[in-house]
């Protein structure tokens, strides 16, 4: 039998990869129909709801997932508030549509606002049903709804695409997506808001979840800050690029830590004590998203050119050199999932707020310093913030949780021999190849083929890992 660690992590691994393959499938056919200033456009409108977003939920859905013991006060406080919170955010939003149109100089985003805006009700609603499947290691009806809503809305937003509806099939998929997840998250997990309401638990959740809110807001505003300056003083063409750069190059390592944390997260708080256990579970986590992650950007990064000619046509090519650079700064991503869920396990959500403060304003100096200097600098810089961040990140596990950087990167080093052997034999090979299409293909499996034969012969422990899922979930059929 699979413990729970696993069941769980497998059902996300579902999830995301049916989720992921759907979404690259329908972002490719969608990205080859519109155009990059299409994407610029909402790039500029998803500033605002990002950031709408974060205040909404206030760090309940993590302070759900992390309480020992929920109670039906519990969910209900979370639900009023946040539901609460969502209307009076898209209201405000309604009322600065045009502010927020006039700010681009851009007329059209105001109805882009009001429209799209409302997503942030209809996922508000959604919120507490989902950290209740959540806590209950629900992620097989999660992994379900994923695919189903992304395969949906992504079908419709295609259609819309080609019928000439340029930025608006995107606007449809986004609301599509949000109304059908929050309504298929009440059916499949049972649960219905009651009056039955608790100041003390409200109270409760607000004091673990208040610094939550605090650091994601910090880090949305952050993360949003690249695209609300691209989009103001360059173009809303250049911040297409960097927008879909910035989501393919983040597509692996994003997605696969986010799965694997959402699978550990409600376990490390089970074991928020025995840091023996969360030092076991974080090295090892670290060492599988490497075998997977660090082969994926070094293919992404060597076949980059293409890739974006092959998949996404010349009209994208400007996109390459910022695809290369930020596929390298993302891998840093997977050690900051780690070190944020761990400091939110074990509580010390106040430390973790202090850490990304410091981070975010590292960040923000180099941005300023670099952004007279233009896009390409602000990309490298985004690189230079990636390691600096990493080692301040890291300053705060080793002080709490005792588990240094060093033994972090040595899950990797064996991982990152074998693919860098990898690409330049399988690139090499590749290179007799005149078609692009055909190029593509032998490299991906000369390089596939090379770096399992390495980790088989230097008998990595990544192997035993998925064989040990292979034969438990397959072989028991």
């Avoid at 060597?302 to 700064?329: G, H, M, Q, Y």
């Amino acid at each position: 039998m699979l413990s729970p660690a696993k069941k769980s992590t497998l059902w996300n691994v579902i999830e995301k990869g049916a989720v992921l393959s759907i979404q690259i499938i329908i972002t490719l056919i969608i990205t080859r129909i519109i155009s990059p200033e299409d994407y610029g456009i909402i790039a500029m409108v998803t500033v605002f709801f990002s950031i709408a977003s974060t205040i909404i939920d206030f760090g309940m859905e993590g302070a759900i997932i992390q309480k020992k013991e929920c109670l039906k006060e519990d969910y209900n406080a979370a639900f009023f508030f946040i539901l609460g919170m969502s209307i009076l955010l898209y209201v405000t939003l309604y009322f600065y549509a045009p502010y927020i149109a006039r700010f681009y100089k851009l007329p059209q985003l105001a109805e882009v606002v009001k429209i799209g805006g409302i997503t942030l009700i209809i996922r508000a609603l959604g919120i507490v049903p989902y950290a209740k499947m959540e806590r209950h290691l629900n992620f097989k009806s999660i992994a379900k709804i994923s695919a189903f809503t992304a395969l949906l809305a992504g079908v419709v937003a295609i259609a819309m695409a080609y019928k000439g509806f340029a930025y608006w099939a995107l606007v449809a998929q986004f609301v599509l997506t949000s109304t059908l997840t929050t309504i298929l998250y009440f059916v499949a997990s049972k649960w219905k808001p009651t009056m039955q309401l608790s100041a003390a638990s409200f109270k409760n959740l607000l004091g673990f979840g208040l610094p939550l809110m605090f650091t994601s807001l910090i880090n949305g505003l952050y993360g949003n800050l690249y695209n609300l300056v691209i989009g103001r003083k360059f173009s809303e063409r250049q911040l297409g690029l960097y927008n879909r750069a910035s989501t393919l190059a983040g597509y692996a390592p994003l997605n696969l830590s986010d799965l694997t944390m959402r699978a550990l997260y409600p376990i490390f708080s089970r074991e928020q004590d025995n840091y023996r256990l969360l030092k076991e579970y974080t090295l090892k986590t670290l060492h599988i998203t490497f075998f997977i992650i660090i082969p994926i950007t070094a293919f992404t990064v060597v076949n980059c050119r293409d890739i974006v000619i092959a998949l996404l046509t010349e009209k994208w090519k400007e996109v390459i050199p910022f695809l290369r650079i930020l596929a390298i700064s993302n891998i840093a991503f997977i050690f900051f999932n780690i070190h944020i869920n761990l400091l939110k396990a074990t509580g010390n959500t106040k430390t973790l707020f202090l850490c990304e403060v410091l981070k975010k304003g590292v960040g923000i100096a180099i941005f300023i310093a670099l952004l007279p200097l233009g896009i390409m600098a602000i990309m490298w810089g985004i690189l230079a913030t990636s390691i600096i961040n990493l080692l301040i990140s890291s300053y705060f596990i080793w002080r709490k949780i005792k588990i240094g950087l060093w033994k972090q990167l040595l899950q990797g080093v064996s991982v990152t021999i074998g693919t860098a052997a990898s690409a330049v034999a399988a690139y090499w090979i590749a290179g007799f190849a005149d078609n692009i299409y055909m190029r593509l293909g032998l490299c991906a499996v000369m390089f596939t083929t090379l770096f399992i034969l390495y980790a088989c012969i230097t008998k990595d422990s990544a192997i035993p890992f998925f064989k040990d899922y292979y034969y438990k979930i397959f072989r028991k059929r």
